[in-house]
């Protein structure tokens, strides 16, 4: 079973920023969308944003655009989330998502993502 692995979760203050990691040891992402979502106490799992095979085209959620950036490093098997600016709103554990279909764009629904990360704390202190 594909498990992907993520790190950089931790506590900040307001303003500050953390980058995340995805990985997985064995398989390689090369040829596969992937994406970051995340999941605040008492709220449904969030689409953060999304990159395509190769890192040229992402997208974002509204209330990320402008403060977050993902990226991709095919070579290293592992996606980041720079994080910037952080809100405390942007408490949540965050998630990295694997859609094992090989396309050209990005994927924004959860529903299609196949394999998934057991997430790492991100907490914004005010």
């Not at 605040?40 to 890192?55: D, M, T």
């Amino acid at each position: 079973q594909v498990q992907l692995r993520e790190s950089g979760g931790g506590s900040v203050q307001a303003g500050g920023s953390l980058r995340l990691s995805c990985v997985h040891p064995r398989i390689t992402f090369t040829n596969y969308p992937m994406g970051w979502f995340r999941q605040a106490p008492g709220k449904e799992l969030e689409f953060v944003g999304s990159i395509n095979w190769n890192g040229s085209v992402t997208d974002y959620a509204d209330s990320v655009k402008g403060r977050f950036a993902i990226s991709r490093d095919n070579a290293k098997n592992t996606m980041y989330l720079q994080m910037n600016v952080l809100k405390p709103e942007d408490t949540a554990v965050y998630y990295c998502a694997l859609d094992w279909t090989q396309k050209l764009g990005v994927t924004i629904s959860g529903d299609e993502y196949d394999y998934w990360g057991q997430g790492t704390q991100v907490t914004v202190s005010s």
